[in-house]
T-cell receptor, first 112, second 115 residues
Framework: GNSVTQMEGPVTLSEEAFLTINCTYT??????LFWYVQYPGEGLQLLLK?????DKGSNKGFEATYRKETTSFHLEKGSVQVSDSAVYFC???????????FGAGTRLFVKA | NAGVTQTPKFRVLKTGQSMTLLCAQD?????MYWYRQDPGMGLRLIHY???????AKGEVPDGYNVSRLKKQNFLLGLESAAPSQTSVYFC??????????????FGPGTRLLVL
């Protein structure tokens, strides 16, 4: 069946370090892919998304490219800040469907 | 504009007790969802609604009931709580569903502990 696999956390980085959080998926066809972020004590917020192969989603300095050939949607940021400390969820959804499939989440800690 | 709000924030129940979780949205969204979040797992859909007066089962509906009597509210009920229902519950809403433009907006969550 369809699934999303994320790298296990926690990931601990120093401020201004480069961030990569890996996400791979198992799915047929062309689902939309998402990254959500959950800050402490809050609900999930959509960070970015891509709806077709080779699309790049970007927001707040974060980027992810929809790679059909490697079934991946890795999240990257060139220089993280303490305020980026949160849990990041990769997800997929098919157009016309009601269900979003989420990965288990990756917790990021950024130290000053 | 409060977005999506959830009540209560935290609750402790004994096995067999019942409770209702309330979700409210002020964005006039047609679609609403209830998820549960468990350690090491992503969010899983419990029930959803495509409009006032409608409900449908999601991925893990057993042990839960829902109602959508008003467009802005979506209630999740546990008739007889079990320890397996210890979780964090998130409500979400969206203006569209099933389109590539769909964006879900999430509430802050309700942490439930069943003893």
């Amino acid at each position: 069946g369809n699934s999303v696999t994320q790298m296990e956390g926690p990931v601990t980085l120093s401020e201004e370090a480069f961030l990569t959080i890996n996400c791979t998926y198992t799915a047929t066809g062309y689902p939309s892919l998402f990254w959500y972020v959950q800050y402490p004590g809050e609900g999930l917020q959509l960070l970015l998304k891509a709806t077709k192969a080779d699309d790049k989603g970007s927001n707040k300095g974060f980027e992810a490219t929809y790679r059909k050939e490697t079934t991946s949607f890795h999240l990257e940021k060139g220089s993280v800040q303490v305020s980026d400390s949160a849990v990041y969820f990769c997800a997929l959804k098919y157009p016309g469907g009601f269900k979003t499939i989420f990965g288990a989440g990756t917790r990021l800690f950024v130290k000053a | 504009n409060a977005g999506v709000t959830q009540t209560p924030k935290f609750r402790v129940l004994k096995t067999g007790q019942s409770m209702t979780l309330l979700c409210a949205q002020d964005m006039n969204h047609e679609y609403m969802y209830w998820y549960r979040q468990d350690p090491g797992m992503g969010l899983r859909l419990i029930h959803y609604s495509v409009g006032e007066g409608t409900t449908a089962k999601g991925e893990v509906p057993d042990g839960y009931n829902v109602s959508r009597l008003k467009k802005q509210n979506f209630l999740l009920g546990l008739e007889s709580a079990a320890p397996s229902q210890t979780s964090v519950y998130f409500c979400a809403s969206s203006f569209e569903m099933g389109t590539r433009r769909e964006t879900q907006y999430f509430g802050p969550g309700t942490r439930l502990l069943v003893l």
